[in-house]
Each structure stands twice: as structure tokens, then as C-alpha cells.
């Protein structure tokens, strides 16, 4: 089945340093979609990608699709401390069912 | 409700016992998802509605798993006799479609 793996698994940053989280899969991808779960919550929606080579950007977050649509990435930059978190990226598996990456556990030391 | 609902949000329950987790979705979504976090883990897929119907359960973890879902909006997720091992953050979530907004989670303990 469908497979989307993440790396790094663990990030540990300074204030301030750049931080980027890649996502890969062995197959083309229909879409990514890019969540963030700050500790002990669940789940947050921050973007979609569908296009081959799109790159979006909010704030200082900027996503990229591969050109051949097999990964993706997500790349803060400054971080803050307010960047904490697992940020997963998510795939569509058929008409509905999204498959999430292993996820990046992101932590920012003040 | 504005967003996805869940309950008990958290249960602690003794292992062999049945417990039953609820998952009330944002009205007019169509897709429901039940995914399993264990601590520090990834997001495991174990099944997905459309309306009333499950096309995959493929992600249940084994036959002591099931769920429901009834006119087409609230699910009931079912583990029968409960194991250590299924201890973990059950999160539903909703999508009319695209996408997937998912509940704060149901944290189970089985002691």
C-alpha cells in the first residue's frame, strides 16, 4: 500500500535557526497536505499542494511539491518557539482516505 | 457543534473489558476517519466512512475492533476486551471531502 515517509523524525533547533521536514514517497502522489499537532493536541490543517513543482507560503512556512510528485517539504523559517510541534504530511489514498506520514517532531530551545 | 466532537475524552478501563468511544462529526460531512495515536507516535489509519458505509476497514487493528456509523453523521468505535497494548489517543476526524478535521482525541488507558 501507499507509504509516506518523513525525515527527519526529531528536529532540535535554536530560536531563530531554519527549520525544514521532508516528506517521500515511492509512489506519485495525488496531493500532500501538510497538518501540525502541538503537544498534546490533535491534528491542525495548514495546506494543500496539488500541482507538480507548487510552492505556497504562510508567513514564514513555506511548502514545496516536487516536480514529480513524489515529496514534498515544509520549511519554517526563524523559528519561534511557538513552531513546537509534529508536522505531518498527508496523502489521499483512493477518493477519500488520507494516509499521514511518520510525522517530524519539532523542537525550538529558547 | 462548530468542530468535531468526541467522548469520553479520556477513559481509563480494566484490560478484558468492552469500551465504546463516540465520535460526533461536523454536520453535512459526508467522510469520517478514525485514526490511533500511541504516545510520541504517528497517525495509524483503522477505518473510514462514507455516509453510512466503511469502504476500508483495513486498518483495523484486529477482530476485537469495530465501528459504526449510523445516519450518516455520529460513529461509535467498539474495542472488545480491551489489551495493554491498545492504550492511545483514538482521534476521529470529519472532511466533506478534502480537508480533515479531526476531534481533540479520546485518550484510552487500559491498566
Known amino acids: 500500500g501507499q507509504q509516506v515517509m518523513q525525515i527527519p523524525q526529531y528536529q532540535h533547533v535554536q530560536e531563530g535557526e531554519d527549520f525544514t521536514t521532508y516528506c517521500n514517497s515511492s509512489t506519485t502522489l495525488s496531493n500532500i497536505q501538510w497538518y501540525k499537532q502541538r503537544p498534546g493536541g490533535h491534528p491542525v490543517f495548514l495546506i494543500q499542494l496539488v500541482k507538480s513543482g507548487e510552492v505556497k507560503k504562510q508567513k514564514r512556512l513555506t511548502f514545496q511539491f516536487g516536480e514529480a510528485k513524489k515529496n514534498s517539504s515544509l520549511h519554517i523559517t526563524a523559528t519561534q518557539t511557538t513552531d513546537v510541534g509534529t508536522y505531518f504530511c498527508?496523502?489521499?489514498?483512493?477518493?477519500?482516505?488520507?494516509?499521514f506520514g511518520t510525522g517530524t517532531r519539532l523542537k525550538v530551545l529558547a | 457543534g462548530a468542530g468535531v466532537s468526541q467522548s469520553p475524552s479520556n477513559k481509563v478501563t480494566e484490560k478484558g473489558k468492552d469500551v465504546e468511544l463516540r465520535c460526533d462529526p461536523i454536520?453535512?460531512?459526508?467522510?469520517l476517519y478514525w485514526y490511533r495515536q500511541s504516545l510520541g507516535q504517528g497517525l495509524e489509519f483503522l477505518i473510514y466512512f462514507q455516509g453510512n458505509s466503511a469502504p476500508d476497514k483495513s486498518g483495523l487493528p484486529s477482530d476485537r475492533f469495530s465501528a459504526e456509523r449510523t445516519g450518516g453523521s455520529v460513529s461509535t468505535l467498539t474495542i472488545q476486551r480491551t489489551q495493554q497494548e491498545d492504550s492511545a489517543v483514538y482521534l476521529c476526524?470529519?472532511?466533506?471531502?478534502?480537508?480533515?478535521?479531526f476531534g481533540e482525541g479520546s485518550w484510552l488507558t487500559v491498566v
Open positions: 476526524a470529519s472532511s466533506p471531502g478534502n480537508t480533515i478535521y
Open positions: 498527508a496523502s489521499r489514498s483512493g477518493t477519500y482516505k488520507y494516509i
Open positions: 454536520s453535512g460531512h459526508t467522510a
